[in-house]
């Protein structure tokens, strides 16, 4: 399947979002508001719930299911209110020695004026620099469209993973090609160029599991999901801290190698 035709189911309407995930994956779900600085962002949920008889954290970002929600989200485009809020979750998490799942599905973090005033850049390299030396198990999952530092913000895992038809880049298809050819016209060249793909990020290690989409009723896939979540935070709680950081960090310092011919 040609990229750009997976970008379109990517941002598919009816495509689940994060809240049908929380549904159908965790029980007992109790959400948190609030960053403790400025206010609440709706495009960022937190909280907590059992993951079958384990208990954890769960940060995920929300686009909305329809004009009124997405507004209401702003189509998961978070503000830097949102980072500190997964954030402050996140070493909630750590102190209580709860394993962390992000849900990834953003085309980037709001770029207004308001957000750049109150720190959006700060918020999200903040997040990078703290999920790295957080000492609990985390898993990142893709299961829609990520976009640049607006999904990395809540990428650095232990493992990430991807539905066959997500999409995870620096940047959208549609800005690539204005800002390299300044013609939009170009967008499915961009889109194959980029390597967004699931499979396109596996070969490049990137991530480390495609989850597959052939059954055609998602119920399944959330099945799925929930089954190798538990298997692979059971394996992960068994490891060493140090040894989890140490996996954690080699993971990353292995993007963008080049070998000798």
């Keep these: 399947m040609e990229a750009y035709k997976r970008v379109q189911l990517a941002r598919k309407k009816n495509r689940p979002t994060s809240l049908d995930y929380i549904e159908h994956i965790f029980t007992d779900f109790i959400e948190l508001h609030g960053d403790r600085q400025f206010a609440d962002d709706p495009a960022m949920i937190t909280g907590l719930g059992f993951l079958m008889d384990m208990p954890v954290t769960v940060i995920a970002q929300e686009r909305g299911k329809n004009t009124k929600s997405r507004v209401r989200r702003n189509f998961g485009s978070c503000h830097p209110e949102g980072y500190r809020k997964a954030l402050r979750q996140m070493k909630l998490a750590e102190k209580f020695k709860r394993p962390i799942v992000c849900l990834i599905d953003t085309s980037g973090a709001y770029c207004g004026i308001g957000a750049e005033e109150r ?54 298809p549609e800005g690539c090609a204005s800002i390299l050819w300044k013609d ?34 998602f119920k399944y896939i959330f099945s799925e999901i929930q089954v190798n979540l538990y298997q692979t935070f059971l394996k992960n709680k068994k490891i060493s801290v140090d040894e989890l950081l140490e996996k954690r960090y080699q993971r990353f310092r292995q993007y963008g190698q080049l070998s000798e011919i």
């Design 184 to 217: 939009a016209s170009r967008t499915k060249e961009a889109a194959s160029q980029l390597k967004l793909t699931a499979p396109d990020l596996k070969e490049l290690k990137v991530i480390d599991q495609i989850i597959t989409e052939s059954h055609r009723d």
């Design 119 to 172: 720190g959006q850049g700060h918020a999200i390299a903040s997040n990078l620099m703290e999920m790295m030396t957080l000492e609990v198990p985390i898993i990142s999952i893709v299961i829609g469209e990520g976009g640049s530092g607006g999904a990395l913000a809540l990428g650095v895992a232990d493992e990430v993973w991807m539905l066959e038809n997500a999409i995870y880049s620096v940047i959208s």
